[in-house]
């Protein structure tokens, strides 16, 4: 299982992002626009077409010029993280306001703050809007776990509020703006993470279960209210978001390599991670590697925004050459 409190371990390393190499076509060009974020974690494109990073050290959400990398804060005060992951794991805008997902801050932790979805009311005003921390623990899920108040991973905004997966108690979960939280889907130990939907289509990535196998990081599809799962692709290493890209692409990010015997929680080792699209016949092709732990991806036009645990935010242009 993935995200067991005691052995979250983040190593750090210095961060190497390179393009792989391509004999007969220009490789995407890759850049750091960012560094120095308090822990990188979820992202989202926003109002003004600029990038919204959590910093989950931090209890943060910043604003990011694409162009320029120059962050400002957006929202502060939210409850920081108390182990190496958790705290505010992902942003999303809904009619303009922003809601900020919070996880393994709870009492089964050692902590004292809600997990679940917080609405951005001000700079440093907050509601919280859906407790899915006590509700998941009043619900728990048929596979095994080891925190009741579950690992939420990611969010996006579907009909009249959110889906939310976690990557623990392996399920996605709906929750609406009056914080009614149901599931929607539950799995086995696949470790559900990253979300991308269009319209009442749901793209999921699986990390997989520890060791993360190539064979068990994939995208799948669902649709709310139905039991019919569809692999979309699989052979990303620890598969932590999923986009639709430049020309309607499906693009997935792959933390990387898993060391056999490290523990269970633990991220891909430092300088494995991949960008990586679905080649249309069930695998991916390689866009860009080497990537250091990254969390998150978005686009803005033919580049890809890729957010890293160690908190950096990378640019790689022209993902479509």
């Given at each position: 299982r993935l995200l067991a409190p005691a052995l979250l371990v983040l190593a750090l390393a210095g961060s190497v992002l390179v393009a792989p190499s391509a004999p007969a076509t220009a490789a995407p060009t890759a850049t750091r626009l960012v560094a120095g974020l308090a822990g990188g974690s979820g992202s989202t494109v926003g109002p003004g077409g600029a990038l919204y990073v959590t910093e989950r050290s931090a209890g943060r959400v910043s604003r990011v010029d694409p162009k320029t990398g120059a962050v400002t804060t957006y929202a502060s005060g939210l409850p920081p993280a108390i182990l190496p992951l958790g705290g505010?794991?992902?942003?999303?805008?809904?009619?303009?306001?922003?809601?900020?997902l919070v996880t393994l801050v709870g009492p089964d932790v050692g902590g004292s703050d809600v997990v679940g979805i917080y609405r951005v009311d001000g700079p440093d005003d907050f509601t919280v809007i859906a407790d899915i921390g006590t509700w998941s623990i009043d619900h728990p899920p048929a596979t095994a776990f080891d925190v009741p108040s579950g690992v939420q991973y990611a969010m996006d905004t579907f009909r009249n509020g959110f889906l939310v997966t976690d990557g623990h108690l392996n399920r996605v979960l709906g929750v609406t703006l009056d914080g009614t939280i149901t599931e929607v889907m539950a799995f086995g130990n696949?470790?559900?993470t990253g979300l991308q939907i269009r319209g009442n289509t749901v793209y999921m990535a699986e990390a997989g279960a520890t060791p993360h196998?190539?064979?068990?990081?994939?995208?799948?599809?669902?649709?709310?209210?139905?039991?019919?799962?569809?692999?979309?692709?699989?052979?990303?290493?620890?598969?932590?978001?999923?986009?639709?890209?430049?020309?309607?692409?499906?693009?997935?990010?792959?933390?990387?390599?898993?060391?056999?015997?490290?523990?269970?929680?633990?991220?891909?080792?430092?300088?494995?991670?991949?960008?990586?699209?679905d080649d249309g016949l069930g695998g991916f092709d390689v866009v860009a590697e080497g990537l250091n732990q990254p969390t998150s991806l978005e686009f803005i036009g033919k580049t890809a925004y890729v957010v890293t645990l160690g908190g950096e935010i990378w640019k790689i242009d022209d993902v479509t050459s």
């Open positions: 505010a794991m992902d942003v999303a805008f809904f009619g303009g306001t922003a809601y900020v696949i470790v559900p196998l190539p064979e068990d990081g994939k995208i799948v599809s669902f649709q709310p209210g139905s039991s019919s799962v569809t692999q979309v692709a699989s052979g990303g290493r620890l598969l932590v978001d999923v986009e639709f890209g430049p020309r309607h692409d499906l693009f997935a990010l792959a933390q990387g390599e898993f060391t056999p015997g490290n523990p269970a929680g633990a991220p891909a080792n430092p300088n494995t991670g991949e960008l990586l699209r």
